[in-house]
């Protein structure tokens, strides 16, 4: 299994400003995902982090709203952008380290005032 | 800390009990599965997986079931502890690549 780390554990910030939240892999992986969970829900992924281009996102995810970089095969970034209320969730880092499964880290939860 | 759970469905369940947590899923294409096991404030932990080419898959103390004709897969936690308590959430990947989607969740709660 894979031990994921995530930067910061948690925030408080205001409206229209960016948070960049950082994920730090103990292995190389090939696949790195960033989710939203919001608050009593399941997770839904925002994207897929690809190493070397640009991230692959799901439907109602904007690259505009939620830049990605994935610059090595351990480390990625996910950027809040904007904020508003709406954006307060749990935003959470996986990696995949064997053929499919996936490992996540702690989480970073986000509150926007 | 911060609770996932809230709105969740509960299934409550005596220590030493077991338990049996449900999930069904929609994608007959759905070709691996994952059971998580979430703790307030944590990151999902992986439990146990399970390829479609099984039915039934081992691991301590657990034991999950696919049934293909139905759709439907199940956790079963042998002699529940309190530290079984957290959110349970079932994930399928499906359409090839990595992609995985997660059901609803549900809240376990030990009771002693």
């Known amino acids: 299994s894979a031990v994921i780390s995530q930067k910061p554990s948690r925030d408080i910030c205001q409206r229209g400003t960016s948070l960049t939240i950082q994920c730090q892999v103990d292995s190389q992986v090939t696949m790195m995902f960033w989710y939203r969970q919001q608050p009593g829900q399941s997770l839904t992924l925002i994207a897929t982090?690809?190493?070397?281009?640009?991230?692959?996102?799901e439907s109602g995810f904007v690259i505009d709203k939620f830049p990605i970089s994935r610059p090595n095969l351990t480390f990625s970034t996910l950027t809040v952008s904007n904020m508003s209320p709406e954006d307060s969730s749990i935003y959470l880092c996986?990696?995949?380290?064997?053929?499919?499964?996936?490992?996540f880290g702690p989480g970073t939860r986000l509150t926007v005032t | 800390g911060e609770s996932v759970g809230l709105h969740l469905p509960t299934l409550s369940v005596q220590e030493g009990d077991n338990s049996i947590i449900n999930c069904a899923y929609s994608n007959s294409a759905s070709d691996y599965f994952i059971w998580y096991k979430q703790e307030s404030g944590k990151g999902p932990q992986f439990i146990i997986d399970?390829?479609?080419?099984?039915d039934k898959r081992q691991g301590q103390r657990v034991t999950v079931l696919l049934n293909k004709t139905v759709k439907h897969l199940s956790l079963q936690i042998a002699a529940t502890q309190p530290g079984d308590s957290a959110v349970y959430f079932c994930a399928e990947r499906a359409g090839g690549g990595n992609k995985l989607t997660f059901g609803t969740g549900t809240q376990l709660k030990v009771e002693l």
């Open positions: 996986s990696a995949g380290a064997g053929r499919y499964e996936q490992y």
């Open positions: 982090a690809n190493q070397g281009s640009e991230a692959t996102y």
């Open positions: 399970i390829r479609s080419n099984m």
